[in-house]
């Protein structure tokens, strides 16, 4: 794909939803971190629901430690993995009280340092949490820019590198927003919805799909 297709693909996204972000409720970085992690393997959808409970009643590293492993569990028990989770995040919390004041730390390297944050949760949080032009690649980006050859990859970090190469500066800091969006609601994993995909004409996949049958 060249680079006057590529801009046009996030000329267009950018035209319908000119401030995304992400899905997950949250009022702090660290409600965001906590959200994110929870969010593996499970839908924001869930994810909110439970922290609609939690927050209110602990929402900083010292009010969720407070509530402990089996507290925190009883919230998340509808998600996924929670048992883990709830373990990661007892552990998370006692670093950031111990090692950060209790402030969620605003560097890759320190966010990746925390049990049960990976990559993809570090670039969130730091994309929508500290306003830093990461772009985090999940299982939608990872499609979409495959798919419909913005930025092929055969893994997760190849593709991450491709659209940091290849995103124009100035659509950066929303991208991944975008792509998540697109890949979640029309370029869906067993069946894209290529009858009312706004960027459709500047996509390179070939199978199209045409609207079902009434």
């Known amino acids: 794909m060249n680079a006057t297709k590529r801009r046009a693909i996030y000329e267009t996204l950018q035209s319908l939803n000119p401030h995304p972000t992400t899905e997950l409720e949250f009022s702090t970085p660290f409600e965001l971190l906590i959200a994110v992690m929870l969010s593996a393997q499970a839908t924001d959808v869930s994810v909110n629901k439970a922290m609609r409970r939690m927050f209110p009643v602990a929402n900083t590293p010292d009010a969720v430690l407070a509530l402990g492993e089996e507290g925190v569990a009883d919230y998340i028990k509808t998600i996924g993995l929670y048992r883990t989770k709830a ?85 950066r800091q929303d991208a991944h927003h975008w792509l998540i969006l697109h890949g979640r609601y029309v370029c869906k994993a067993r069946r894209p919805e290529c009858w009312h995909c706004v960027i459709e004409p500047l996509c390179e996949f070939k199978p199209k799909t045409a609207p079902p049958e009434l």
């Open 87 to 171: 373990k990661n995040v007892i552990a998370t919390c006692r670093i950031l009280i111990e090692q950060y004041g209790s402030e969620v730390p605003p560097t890759r390297e320190a966010l990746e340092a925390l049990p049960g944050v990976g990559r993809k949760t570090a670039n969130v949080v730091l994309n929508t949490a500290f306003g830093q032009p990461t772009i985090a690649v999940d299982t939608h980006i990872f499609r979409v820019a495959n798919r419909t050859g913005l930025a092929p990859g055969k893994d997760v970090r190849t593709v991450e590198t491709a659209l940091e190469k290849f995103t124009p500066p100035e659509f």
